[in-house]
Structure formats: structure tokens, C-alpha cells
């Protein structure tokens, strides 16, 4: 089971994320929905599309913009459609 944790909080956890440039992407279902805030961050990956961000909010804290995903995902990366990636601190561990 692959677990993403902040701030003492697990924020997602899955035995079916999808690693891309060492990144495991999580499917949104595995997420927990509660710790994300919409950021209106957006930034172009030559192959992947346009990412978007959330802010993680978990006990009062905030880290802005730790996670994204590819709300329309090239056909390359078609594959990370509905998933979310972390980075920013939170902790990855299989």
C-alpha cells in the first residue's frame, strides 16, 4: 500500500497508484477530498498537458499548491487522468 502523508495526517493511500517520472500518482477515489483546496495555479508539461494544483489543508496548516493532476491529460498521459500526485514535503512510502 503506497501512502501520501502531511502534517501527521494520511491524505491519500492505495495499492493502485501509477508511477510517471517517479511520481506516484494516486487515483482521486484514494484521495481524501477533505485536506484539498482548489489553487488557481496552473502550469504546461510539454507531454502531459496543463496541470492544476491544490492546496493541502490538514489542522490549520497549509501547503500551498503540494499536490496536482491533469484535468484533461494528453493522450500520452491519459493513463494519470483521475489521479493526484504530491510533492512539497508530503511523505511517499510504500
Not at 5 to 32: K, M, Q
Not at 81 to 91: C, E, K
Amino acid at each position: 500500500m503506497t501512502t501520501a502523508r502531511w502534517n501527521g495526517r494520511i491524505i491519500a493511500e492505495s495499492d493502485r497508484t501509477t508511477i510517471v517520472e517517479g511520481n506516484h500518482y494516486f487515483p482521486l477515489a484514494a484521495v481524501r477530498a477533505e485536506y484539498l483546496e482548489a489553487s488557481e495555479t496552473t502550469t504546461v508539461c510539454p507531454w502531459k498537458g496543463m496541470a492544476n494544483y491544490y492546496d493541502l489543508a490538514v489542522d490549520g496548516e497549509r501547503n500551498p499548491e503540494a499536490a496536482w493532476y491533469y484535468a484533461e491529460p494528453s493522450l500520452e498521459a491519459a493513463h494519470i487522468r483521475h489521479h493526484v500526485a504530491f510533492w512539497r514535503g508530503v511523505q511517499i512510502t510504500d
